[in-house]
Antibody, heavy 116, light 107 residues
Framework: QVQLVESGGGQVKPGGSLRLSCAASGFTISDYYMSWIRQAPGKGPEWLSYISNTGKNTYDVESVKGRFTISRDNAKNSLFLQMSSLRVEDTAVYYC?????????WGQGILVTVSS | DIQMTQSPSTLSASVGDRVTITCRASQSIGSWLAWYQQSPGEAPKFLIYKASTLQNGVPSRFSGSGSGTEFTLTISSLQPDDFATYYCQQYNNYPVTFGQGTKVEIK
């Protein structure tokens, strides 16, 4: 069955960096667009970025443009999110998700806390 | 960006009740709408796409309708597993955007 497992979260100071990884299994990641979505405590989900199945095309929401970079390694069935210049308001649970428009499978999520 | 507004924010209901959640878009999105269910501490679960098409495995008591700017999610007979928060999401334009959620709680 489809499984997505995020890793790499944790606590970081404002201005710091973090790299999230997502290991996919149960399907061939190279056949699908993939996305990162986050959810701040008590809020609705916020879609952040998608990457096309080949990795050639990406799209980021304005709030993370220039700070977050989505990438993928199809050979390793993995998705990544490089986050830099982190802000307190980036504190959230981060999910990787299958799809680029709607999202039929989500990982369990990983907490990123930005605090001094 | 397209704003998605759900109502009500909280809905109190009993097992067996019929419940309806409304989602409004700030501009027309055709039928490009999805619905998700989220239980506490879990990731959202995908229920419906293209406004009314049920994802495989989703119980038939769930149904979606609407087009343009107004959409509804209906649960025909509420079951214990259905007490959760529901989100709508538009994918007509990027960035795709979610509603703020409707919590269905036990009356």
């Amino acid at each position: 069955q489809v499984q997505l497992v995020e890793s790499g979260g944790g606590q970081v100071k404002p201005g710091g960096s973090l790299r999230l990884s997502c290991a996919a299994s149960g399907f061939t990641i190279s056949d699908y667009y993939m996305s990162w979505i986050r959810q701040a405590p008590g809020k609705g989900p916020e879609w952040l970025s998608y990457i096309s199945n080949t990795g050639k095309n990406t799209y980021d929401v304005e709030s993370v443009k220039g700070r977050f970079t989505i990438s993928r390694d199809n050979a390793k069935n993995s998705l990544f999110l490089q986050m830099s210049s982190l802000r307190v308001e980036d504190t959230a649970v981060y999910y990787c998700a299958k799809g680029g428009s709607y999202f039929d499978y989500w990982g369990q999520g990983i907490l990123v806390t930005v605090s001094s | 960006d397209i704003q998605m507004t759900q109502s009500p924010s909280t809905l109190s209901a009993s097992v067996g009740d019929r419940v309806t959640i409304t989602c409004r878009a700030s501009q027309s999105i055709g039928s490009w709408l999805a619905w998700y269910q989220q239980s506490p501490g879990e990731a959202p679960k995908f229920l419906i796409y293209k406004a009314s098409t049920l994802q495989n495995g989703v119980p038939s008591r769930f149904s979606g309708s609407g087009s343009g700017t107004e959409f509804t999610l209906t649960i025909s007979s509420l079951q214990p597993d259905d007490f959760a928060t529901y989100y709508c999401q538009q994918y007509n334009n990027y960035p795709v955007t979610f509603g703020q959620g409707t919590k269905v709680e036990i009356k």
